[in-house]
């Protein structure tokens, strides 16, 4: 089973629009979320952390679910900058480096459209 | 300037090849990780080194090699290059601190990417 599964799309949304993305994961004891944006060809960028009170940050809002183990991910009044592959990440101990690694999700892609 | 820099940005190498991959970084941190990412795989982590003296295999190591010579530097290496290491690799940073409780607090900085394609 995979650590952090997420649907990958893609959406298509109007500008303007609310879109959310779930994404689910494994290991109850994680303790730290992340949501990270990749452009198309770049790098990943963190564009949130997830608190377990729910965080907002400007048109962004983060919720974390413990007790079903997801994450979610909400943006209201979608602008066409934010197209983007958005990838759910759980820090987890790793079963198989005992340690504790970062886990990314495969991406779940959006598309803004005008 | 990037604070995370990756050598070469593309390379196209034939199986059985040696090839070393490079990643500098100017941002101090101490963390520094090497993924790669494939369609459908996502991100998943090669090798991580949290200090100039220490190196841990990440989830898939095998037919891949690290060196970190320097806080600033950590390099991957493909002793014999096979087409399954096809992929777009990332070498990242990280400013990790424990807040207590097992959380932390971490951003991690990646490079631009290395895509490869072996042959």
């Known amino acids: 089973r995979k650590e952090v599964e997420q649907d990958p799309g893609p959406f298509n949304v109007p500008e303007g629009a609310t879109v959310a993305f779930n994404c689910t994961y494994s290991?109850?004891?994680?303790?730290?979320f992340f949501w990270y944006r990749q452009d198309c060809r770049k790098e990943p960028k963190l564009l949130m952390s997830?608190?377990?009170s729910g965080n907002e940050d400007g048109r962004f809002t983060a919720q974390l679910n413990r007790a079903s183990q997801y994450i979610s991910l909400l943006i209201r009044d979608s602008k066409l900058s934010d197209s983007a592959t958005y990838l759910c990440?759980?820090?987890?101990?790793?079963?198989?480096?005992?340690?504790?690694?970062?886990?990314f999700g495969t991406g779940t892609r959006l598309t803004v459209i005008p | 300037d990037a604070d995370v820099t990756q050598t070469p940005r593309n390379r196209i190498t034939k199986t059985g090849k040696r090839i070393m991959l490079e990643c500098s970084q100017t941002?101090?941190?101490?963390?520094m990780y090497w993924y790669r990412q494939d369609p459908g795989l996502g991100l998943r982590l090669i090798y991580y080194?949290?200090?100039?003296?220490?190196?841990n295999k990440g989830e898939i190591s095998d037919g891949y090699s690290v060196s970190r010579q320097a806080q600033a530097k950590f390099s991957l290496s493909l002793e014999s290059a096979i087409p399954n290491q096809t992929a777009l690799y990332f070498c990242?940073?990280?400013?990790?601190?424990?807040?207590?409780?097992?959380?932390?607090?971490?951003?991690?900085?990646f490079g631009p990417g290395t895509r490869l394609l072996v042959l």
């Open positions: 990242a940073t990280s400013d990790f601190s424990a807040m207590g409780s097992g959380r932390i607090r971490e951003t991690q900085y």
């Open positions: 290991n109850s004891a994680s303790q730290s």
């Open positions: 997830v608190y377990s």
């Open positions: 990440v759980v820090n987890s101990l790793s079963h198989q480096t005992g340690a504790n690694n970062l886990f």
């Open positions: 941002k101090g941190h101490d963390r």
């Open positions: 080194s949290f200090d100039v003296k220490d190196i």
